[in-house]
């Protein structure tokens, strides 16, 4: 009882954590482990601080215990980088095909190994609207209608039909009065039964009838109309009918359904040529040695001249090649509106050779 009033006293002179040396934790942990039951005799640090001790020594001398001497040679650090981006890359992947990769590319390590630095599985970032629908261009089409006023106010319509795949122009039919047997046949007419597409996007418009789906159904198209006015639900043919406007059909004035006839399968043909141009790492055909020789189509008629606002629409130089810019003359002058009063021609002459 004197000496703990002695330790009580000692206490209240210094200061309330006292500072304790290694060696003086190596004896107070040595004593514990000897004697557990002198915990209860400890004044100057706490019970639970000794224990913590012991329990970090064990830790130490167990890990110095098991330091490693040898053994199996470490995995370089950018092999293991390069199997995590792999397997982070192709989520499909497991541990055999990397494994089979990395042999490939002269790193030689074990299949257990390359099971153990992958990526933790998961289901990884999911595909965008953008690819999903890329990887289904192949089975979609889409229709709609060019409308066309002519220069008696009346209106031309034509029927757009669209291929998703790299928007490839199918149809350019033309007709003043548009009626759901008529639609019917120019699909039938635009996709051979081995060639329809799975899904087909139209609008909502009153010519779309009942005999046209029946003819999608037998055909086995599933019909897709859109929302009422939505525009941007049909984007692919919006621009290809917007692309025909600015670039040739707000250059002219319509004459009539054989003139507007004659214009688009103009058009088409540029289109389709423009399709086929060689596009450098695309792995198409090599290109010619030089652009197809164009028929000069002012020398048809000595009149005309190519028109203030765009000449690059008549001449072909837009951006220096033979495209959707290059319009020939027969887009201008239909050969049908033509007066034979106002240009006289010879019985000898040459008939014109535009498109």
Known sequence: MLLRHQLNVLRRSVPSKPKLAPTDRLFFVWLYHLFPSALNAVAIVQPETIVRWHRAGFRLYWRWKSRSRGGRPRIPLEARRLIREMSLANRLWGAPRIHGELLKLGIEIAQSTVAKYMAKSGRGRSQTWRTFLRNHAAGIGAVDFLIVPTVGFKLLFALVVLSHQRRRLISLSVTPHPTAEWITHQITDAFPWDEAPTHMIRDRDASYGHAVTRRLAAMGI?????????????????????????????????????????????????????????????????????????????????????????????????????????????????????????????DAEEPSQCP
């Open 222 to 346: 599933r019909d897709h109309p859109t929302a009422p006015q939505p525009p941007w639900q049909n984007g692919h043919a919006e621009r290809l009918i917007g692309s025909i406007r600015r670039e040739c059909i707000d250059h002219v004035i319509v004459f009539g359904e054989a003139h507007l006839r004659f214009i688009l399968a103009a058009y088409a043909r540029l289109l389709q040529r423009t399709a086929n141009a060689f596009v450098p790492g695309q792995g198409l055909a090599e290109p010619s040695a030089g652009p197809a020789p164009r028929p000069d189509c002012r020398a048809a008629d000595s009149r005309w001249t190519a028109p203030s606002i765009l000449p690059d629409l008549v001449s072909g130089s837009h951006k220096g090649y033979n495209g959707r810019r290059g319009l020939e003359k027969a887009c201008m002058v239909h050969p049908s509106v033509r007066r034979s009063a106002d240009v006289p021609r010879s």
